[in-house]
């Protein structure tokens, strides 16, 4: 099991551009979750999904952000017009009913940079 | 969810046990107990979770106290690679709550 794969490890992007981030949970997981952490500051939730369905987006800004974890295939999480303060690492876990839905696997992290 | 209270940070000798405390005063009947830590830039790593009796895996021990009022990670023999940032969590184990990560405790193991 290759565990929660995230991609690309490391994104540059000039401002205004669109950055995509794409998850991979665990194999046999159905629930996927996105952190955001800026640097030199703490975990902080965006958004909470199963299959095809957003289950809490409460930590998502309201603007530019949005993701989604289709039925088939990586969840993506989606910045439109990046700005400079979008720089900081996004993790996604993942997590299965089986394990218990706050027993989280982490990927490794997406490291934005916004020139 | 329950607020819990680590202190921010913490040193060990290498090769002894690391006991890092949480206070969660007022936990309710349902929550449990969660521990992660977080590795310089690596994802948060899960460690262990318990109700209310003692829990223990090949990673830590988890003692909770009769009143659940607070806990103790210990790691029996730490090392240098257990330096990290580590966070005690209380929610429920189902449902939609989403883990809240605070500012936990920076662990720092010393040679």
């Known amino acids: 099991n290759a565990g929660v794969m995230q991609n690309p490890r490391h994104l540059v992007r000039r401002r205004g551009q669109e950055a995509r981030l794409r998850c991979s949970p665990m194999k046999g997981h159905s629930h996927v979750y996105w952190y955001r952490q800026l640097p030199e500051e703490g975990l902080k939730f965006m958004v909470y999904l199963q299959k095809e369905n957003i289950i809490d987006e409460s930590g998502m800004p309201k603007e530019r952000f949005s993701a989604e974890f289709p039925k088939e295939g990586p969840s993506i999480l989606r910045i439109q017009q990046v700005v400079r303060g979008d720089s900081a690492a996004y993790f996604c876990?993942?997590?299965?009913?089986?394990?218990?839905?706050?027993?989280?696997?982490f990927g490794a992290g997406s490291r934005l940079t916004v020139l | 969810d329950a607020k819990t209270t680590q202190p921010p940070s913490m040193d060990c000798a290498e090769g002894r046990a690391a006991n890092l405390p949480c206070n969660h005063s007022t936990i309710s009947g349902n929550e449990y107990v969660y521990w992660y830590r977080q590795i310089h830039s690596q994802g948060p790593q899960y460690i262990i979770h318990?109700?209310?009796n003692n829990e223990t895996n090949e990673m830590a021990s988890l003692i909770i106290t009769e009143d659940r009022k607070s806990s103790t990670l210990i790691l029996p023999h730490a090392t240098l690679r257990d330096t990290a940032v580590y966070y005690c969590i209380a929610l429920p184990n189902f449902g939609n709550e989403k883990l809240t990560f605070g500012t936990g405790t920076r662990l720092t193991i010393i040679p």
């Open positions: 876990a993942s997590s299965s009913t089986v394990s218990g839905a706050n027993v989280l696997t």
């Open positions: 318990g109700l209310k």
